[in-house]
């Protein structure tokens, strides 16, 4: 009957630190945290990981709900697999215990919050891209890189970062750019 802890931040220049912290504290024996959007279960190799490690008895436990996922569909199936383990679901900062009733029903509740949140903020990013674009601000997608441009200068004796420089590009674009130049044969 181990305790198994999942972080999880939507971004890269987020932290996770806090939560491993708050679930080692809780008495987690792993820890398994990731930087990815919990809109989906889609890339979450950490949390794919802990779902077919634990064993009947086990709890995963998380800070909060909004954590583990910010889908209801996907928070019931997480549920369901666990119990189908013979697992339990917990969080530290919400009392939220799947083993109870009352924690089931508290589980679904915050569960629709939480996609309820996720689809508030799509919206309003939606409406501001929008007056964006009404006001000439937004322009879409950047300029594509001219591969043959890049080519020609490193081909005079550029380096990656003098070429990145002077086109306003990363140098992995320009070393991802030339070598698409090199598979293409041009």
């Known amino acids: 009957m181990a305790l198994y802890g999942y972080a999880r931040v939507s971004t890269t220049d987020q932290d ?5 912290e708050t679930l080692r504290r809780a008495g987690c ?11 989906s279960r889609h890339g979450r190799e950490e949390l794919a990981t802990l779902l077919a490690f634990v064993r009947e008895g086990d709890t995963l436990v998380v800070t909060r709900i909004d954590r583990l996922a910010r889908s209801l569909r996907d928070l019931q199936n997480i549920v369901h697999e666990l119990h189908a383990r013979g697992a339990n679901l917990k969080a530290t900062e919400q009392p939220i215990d799947t083993s109870s009733a009352a924690g089931k029903a508290f589980l679904d509740m915050l569960g629709v919050f939480s996609e309820f949140e996720t689809n508030l903020r799509r919206e309003r990013q939606l409406e501001g891209i929008a007056a ?7 322009k879409g997608k950047l300029r594509c890189i001219d591969g043959k441009e890049v080519r020609q200068m490193l081909e005079a004796g550029l380096g990656a970062t003098e070429v990145a420089k002077r086109l306003g590009i990363g140098r992995s674009s320009v070393y991802r750019c030339s070598k698409q130049c090199e598979l293409s044969g041009q």
């Open 16 to 20: 996770v630190r806090v939560q491993e």
């Open 132 to 138: 964006a674009k009404s006001r000439g601000v937004y």
């Open 29 to 39: 024996v792993v820890v398994r945290a990731e930087k990815v959007s919990g809109t």
